[in-house]
C-alpha cells in the first residue's frame, strides 16, 4: 500500500502564498506522474497542475505564471507553491501519483489519492 499524505493549507488572503506538500510513504519502487487535482464547494475535482519524473510540468490556464510544481524524488515529496491566491483558487487540493510498486514479486502501476488540505482564500 501507499499513502499520499498532503500538508501546508492553510487560510491566506488574496494575493499573498502557499506552499502544499505531499509526501508519500510505503510500498515505493518509484514514483511517475504526480498531480495535483482541486475541488471548490460544489464543483467538480480539477486538475491544476502535473509533473513527470524528470520534472516536465503542465499547468491549468487559471492558473499559469501563479503557480509552481516541482519535486524532490530522494524524499518522495511533490510542492505546489501558488502565490497572487485568488479567492477563487478557495479549494480543497488533492495529490495524486501513479506509482511503481512490487506486488507478488511483480513490479506494477498503481494510481493512488491524498486526503486533501483545504485552501481558503478571503477577499
Known amino acids: 500500500q501507499v499513502q499520499l499524505v498532503e500538508s501546508g493549507g492553510g487560510l491566506v488572503q488574496a494575493g499573498g502564498s502557499l506552499r502544499v506538500s505531499c509526501v508519500a510513504s510505503g510500498n515505493i519502487v518509484s514514483i511517475n506522474i504526480v498531480a495535483w487535482y482541486r475541488q471548490p464547494p460544489g464543483e467538480q475535482r480539477e486538475l491544476v497542475a502535473s509533473i513527470t519524473p524528470s520534472s516536465i510540468t503542465t499547468y491549468a490556464d487559471s492558473v499559469k505564471g501563479r503557480f509552481t510544481i516541482s519535486r524532490d524524488n530522494a524524499k518522495n515529496t511533490v510542492y505546489l507553491q501558488m502565490n497572487s491566491l485568488k479567492p477563487e483558487d478557495t479549494a480543497v487540493y488533492y495529490c495524486?501519483?501513479?506509482?511503481?510498486?512490487?506486488?507478488?514479486?511483480?513490479?506494477?502501476?498503481?494510481?493512488?489519492w491524498g486526503q486533501g488540505t483545504q485552501v481558503t482564500v478571503s477577499s
Open positions: 495524486n501519483a501513479d506509482v511503481w510498486q512490487v506486488v507478488s514479486g511483480r513490479q506494477r502501476l498503481s494510481n493512488y
